[in-house]
């Protein structure tokens, strides 16, 4: 019987070859089925049997480099979607009325896939993101896949595109980005009648221009993220844009992003455009608690477990800015700036500066971090997943 990543290597030969979708479709453990109204129009990637793709990873910053190869299933009425399949990585086709493009229905996921010393491909907690993903869905009135199709999905993309994951480890990653979108059209507000998992990659290097240098934040008390009775908790693509007025000024006024307050006080702080934050006072850890306006973050949640394994007290509470004021260290997590301290918060016009170095409690948990995820210390938690 043929295994099934002998499988996997005769379909990427198969889609190497041409003739994808028939290829596709006459595979024995990948099936296709048609998607009529969501189909990859254009390719857009090079092809090549290059051991490795050819990328500057030591200028690799967070941006756009497409892959080889996407994943996409669909869900056309009822709950389950169909059996997905990968297609060489290119433009979709969207009716001009799906509800993605007129009503804003859709969610993304971020997770990683990177190589570790002795070679072998992981994955780092991507049910946490799959789970993450069934509540949005439950929120935005979609389908969502079982959590065995999510990570099974992610498993075939980055193994699909494992050519872009670099050796020597630790100079960036692949970034895997799941999809889910009402796809159908629909013109009244309603939920789309169709939707669609799609999952591409990318290979990145720092998400901050700064590389690893401490972050310089600004706490913008005009703009908010989210509001209570939103859905600043799940992560919607309807989050993300009306943050991009705030960040860009904070950008151009020289900050390296902005720390929201919530929006009823207008005191409290939430979270950072794409991270969560923590504070530490006096070798205790807080960050704010998560109560539907603030997104659960999987790195978020790894770090305090991190924490109270390392003997930390951890506090999950409102925090008024006062107290961040006042804090001796600020740190960031979130998958795509792993964990990024903060050297200065400006508030009204008030700047204040925090302990930085290897000394810093967010280095020692960092270190920890990395040190599971790169297999030098045992993955107790069962947190780490080998894809080859
Ligand atoms: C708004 C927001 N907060 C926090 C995070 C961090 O979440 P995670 O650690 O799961 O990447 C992200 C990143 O996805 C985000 O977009």
Not at 326 to 338: I, L, Q, S, W, Y
């Amino acid at each position: 019987m043929i295994s099934r990543r002998a499988c996997f290597r005769n379909l990427l030969q198969s889609l190497r070859t041409g003739s994808t979708a028939s290829k596709l479709r006459s595979s024995n453990c990948f099936t296709s089925r048609t998607a009529p109204s969501l189909q990859p129009v254009v390719e857009l990637s090079p092809d090549s049997d290059d051991e490795y793709a050819d990328v500057d990873w030591d200028n690799l910053g967070f941006s756009l480099r497409p892959t080889d190869y996407m994943y996409i299933t669909k869900c056309t009425g009822g709950d389950s979607f169909e059996e997905g399949h990968l297609s060489r990585y290119g433009n979709i086709e969207l009716s001009p009325s799906a509800g993605v493009l007129n009503y804003g229905q859709g969610l993304f996921e971020g997770t990683k896939a990177y190589r570790r010393e002795n070679g072998r491909l992981c994955l780092f907690r991507p049910d946490q993101n799959a789970i993450r993903m069934q509540v949005g869905a439950e929120r935005m009135c979609m389908p969502s896949p079982s959590i065995h199709q999510f990570v099974e999905a992610v498993k075939q993309t980055a193994f699909a595109n494992k050519r872009w994951q670099i050796p020597p480890p630790g100079k960036g990653s692949l970034y895997i980005r799941p999809l889910l979108m009402g796809s159908g059209p629909v013109l009244g507000l309603g939920p789309a009648p169709e939707c669609t998992f799609l999952i591409y990659a990318s290979p990145v290097g720092n998400y901050f221009k700064e590389g690893l240098a401490p972050l310089n934040l600004f706490i913008d008390d005009e703009y908010h993220r989210a509001t209570r009775g939103g859905a600043g908790g799940v992560k919607t693509i309807t989050n993300y844009s009306p943050v991009l007025k705030a960040l860009t000024r904070a950008k151009s006024r020289g900050f390296s992003d902005v720390l929201y307050l919530d929006s009823v006080y207008k005191k409290n702080i939430e979270e950072v455009s794409s991270c969560n934050v923590f504070i530490v006072k006096d070798n205790v850890i807080s960050t704010p608690a998560t109560g539907g306006t603030i997104l659960e973050g999987v790195t978020r949640k790894s770090i305090i477990d991190i924490a109270l394994d390392h003997g930390y007290q951890v506090k999950e509470q409102c925090i008024p800015v006062e107290e961040v004021m006042e804090a001796d260290e600020v740190f960031c997590t979130g998958t795509a700036v792993g964990v990024a301290a903060v050297g200065s918060i400006t508030y009204q016009g008030k700047r204040v500066e925090y302990k930085m170095g290897d000394q810093c409690v967010s280095q020692e948990l960092f270190s920890t971090y990395m040190e599971i995820q790169k297999g030098d210390i045992e993955d107790k938690k069962g947190w780490i997943l080998e894809i080859d």
